[in-house]
């Protein structure tokens, strides 16, 4: 015996928490099913969180370090990693002029990160820091405003996401 899909909707689901909706939703026939709209950009979103975790990461290594070679080599890290932070460069204007001011800082000789490290890694920031501007304006210009997921409400997203998590750990 069938129970109509209205029934199920209006009169179990609403009985149910987040994990159990979720596996009957999954027993249900295709068509049957019931969805949850995504929120307009929310896998930018999440891209954006992801990123911004990443390139948190980083820059905490480069504030947390004293030693020179190791500095050297995270900063190279994330100036060549123009590519993996593309959404934050399209979605997040105070980052991305913050990003080219300090490539510009590094196109500069006389640049105070110049004068305690080798000139190999001078002479790599300059022609990295001048292809990441022309790389942001050429092929990752500007879109619009949008903020990571981290502080706003949930997204379909993010809580499925969050979902996973919570069940892997346990």
Not at 63 to 74: D, P, Q, T
Not at 103 to 124: A, G, Q
Not at 136 to 156: Q, R
Not at 159 to 167: D, F, L
Request: proline share 2%; hydrophobic share 35%; with cysteine.
């Amino acid at each position: 015996m069938k129970l109509p899909h209205e029934v199920v909707r209006f009169e179990i689901f609403k009985y149910l928490d987040y994990n159990d909706r979720d596996a009957l939703n999954a027993c249900l026939p295709f068509e049957g099913r019931v969805g949850t709209p995504l929120k307009k950009d929310a896998n930018i979103q999440l891209l954006l969180t992801l990123q911004a975790k990443t390139m948190s990461k980083l820059l905490r290594s480069i504030e947390n370090n004293n030693n020179v070679n190791h500095r050297s080599r995270v900063i190279l890290k994330l100036f060549r990693s123009v590519n993996k932070i593309n959404y934050i460069l399209q979605h997040s204007h105070k980052f991305r002029i913050m990003y080219i001011d300090k490539c510009k800082s590094y196109l500069d000789e006389y640049h105070e990160d110049y004068d305690i490290t080798s000139k190999h890694f001078k002479k790599t920031m300059m022609i990295l820091c001048s292809e990441n501007i022309k790389i942001i304006d050429t092929v990752y210009p500007y879109k619009y405003e949008l903020s990571s997921i981290i502080n706003k409400d949930w997204s379909a997203v993010q809580a499925r996401y969050v979902a996973k998590e919570t069940w892997r750990s346990k």
